[in-house]
């Protein structure tokens, strides 16, 4: 693990009690490359992260293996886990590895679920998996198949249907919402619709042990998240979990020049909430093209929203919205209406929401490119009543920064540590070779 050079005086916002500067770069032995996945603080305020290495030649049959870390509060390597404070493996043996999410139990034990990709034209070249380790990064081998469970996917496709240039990308992605540990320790995950031959994505339930919850939406084990009433299949997104409550994010293309953002609850046995939105749907249109990247929910069910618009040449500018527990627009919020603040970094896009306890937002994402500028990762406040919080940020109420000078980033995923810390992970793309590095910033919020 390497980190930036200390300045005399950091930029507005940036942690300097985190790595080096506010900035930790990881570093995990032997590798060619390091694509950050998910990140989870744990109830003993440990930072678990997961990422999908590239690794040297020859060292496995197949190009990648996922890595896990853990890390200290600020930022430093925890070596009492797996070996020095970096583990590695695949889900299942000889296989690729796409990372989705990670989550903890009550009892420290960590999941990390995925895609283990043979990387070779069969049926069924992708097979979802989960795997769990002890809290110390041993590997559980009495949980499923030595530490592994395989999900059945519930409809594969078959070869026609299913062309070899298409595979699930998941941690390019950078989103949670494809996996959640449920207060009774069952799990929920995604599984979207490159998986289906119909266009369908599929929400699946596993008892604590990774076996198929049959009691699960009447018996079938798995919820179908397909069309809206009178619209075209859903692009899911991801989902998060309100009170007992399942919601589902989406974007659905009304027509050729028109998308919508798509909210639609299920109860958490699997049935349809007719009682949210209409019918169980919230369909939310806007005079510019609208698609969701997360969603999180306050402490009264209400649901915050957060992704980008395509402005007139088509460059993203990111939205922060909110509405009730009941799926309707939230008035005492911008009066119901999209969030955009126009910022000096110009185009720039939300890709992660958090509540902090009083009420506020903190978002993050990126900054995109200008003609003579890089990718930056970008965090903002702004307060319950949906202005930007000029009290973050130097007065500015948002940051944008760079790993090192000259390389571009990628935002992937964020936490909140404490009411007081936030972080962000991201990929810094090397300037001359293209490789990737996984970072974490931390933030004083």
Same mark, same amino acid.
């Given at each position: ?36 996945? &998910? ?6 305020? +440990? ?30 390597? &925890? ?11 695949? /889900? ?29 034209d069969?049926v069924?070249?992708? +097979? ?13 081998r009495? /949980? ?10 519930p409809?594969?496709r ?34 979207d ?8 994505s ?19 084990g ?55 939105g209409a ?16 969603v ?56 992660g ?7 506020? $937002? ?55 540590? &404490? ?24 933030? $004083?919020?």
């Amino acid at each position: 693990m390497s980190s930036q050079k200390k300045t005399s005086r950091l930029p507005d916002a940036l942690d300097p009690t985190f790595g080096m500067g506010g900035k930790t770069i990881l570093n995990f032995p032997e590798t060619l490359a390091i694509a950050a996945g &998910d990140v989870i603080v744990t109830s003993a305020h +440990k930072i678990v992260i997961a990422t999908e290495l590239v690794l040297a030649p020859g060292e496995y049959p197949l190009h990648s293996a996922y890595g896990l870390c853990r890390l200290e509060k600020n930022g430093a390597l &925890d070596p009492s886990f797996g070996q020095e404070g970096y583990l590695r493996g695949h /889900f299942l043996p000889a296989q690729g590895v796409n990372v989705s999410g990670l989550g903890a139990l009550d009892n420290g034990k960590i999941l990390l679920y995925g895609i283990s990709d043979t990387d070779s034209d069969v049926v069924d070249r992708f +097979k979802p998996c989960l795997t769990r380790f002890h809290e110390n990064g041993e590997l559980d081998r009495g /949980f499923g198949t030595d530490g592994t469970v395989t999900i059945l996917i519930p409809k594969p496709r078959d070869r026609e249907t299913y062309p070899d240039a298409q595979r699930p990308l998941y941690a390019s992605q950078g989103n949670k919402g494809q996996f959640s540990v449920l207060p009774d320790q069952k799990v929920l995950v995604l599984l979207d619709s490159q998986f289906s031959p119909e266009g369908e994505s599929w929400i699946l339930q596993l008892m604590p042990d990774g076996t198929p919850d049959a009691g699960f939406n009447n018996g079938q084990g798995y919820l179908v998240i397909k069309e809206a009433p009178s619209l075209p299949t859903i692009e899911v997104k991801g989902f998060v979990l309100q009170s007992n409550k399942i919601v589902v994010y989406g974007t659905v293309r009304m027509d050729s020049s028109t998308f919508a953002a798509v909210l639609v609850r299920f109860h958490q046995d699997g049935r349809l909430d007719a009682d949210f939105g209409a019918a169980g749907y919230v369909i939310f249109t806007w005079e510019k093209l609208i698609a969701i990247d997360s969603v999180a929910v306050q402490a009264d069910g209400r649901l915050v929203i957060v992704g980008y618009y395509f402005s007139d040449n088509m460059a993203p500018y990111g939205i922060l919205m909110k509405f009730t527990a009941n799926g309707q627009p939230d008035t005492s919020f911008n009066a119901g209406k999209p969030i955009v603040t126009p910022l000096k970094s110009g185009s720039y896009r939300w890709q992660g929401v958090a509540i902090l306890g009083d009420g506020r $937002v903190m978002v993050s994402g990126l900054s995109l490119p200008t003609d003579s500028e890089k990718n930056r990762l970008m965090v903002a406040r702004y307060l319950a009543s949906g202005e930007l919080d000029l009290s973050f940020g130097g007065g500015a109420g948002w940051v944008a920064t760079s790993i090192v000078e000259g390389n571009s980033v990628l935002f992937k995923s964020s936490a909140l540590q &404490d009411n007081a810390r936030f972080l962000c992970m991201g990929d810094m793309i090397n300037a001359e070779t293209g490789s990737r590095r996984a970072c974490a910033v931390g933030y $004083v919020i």
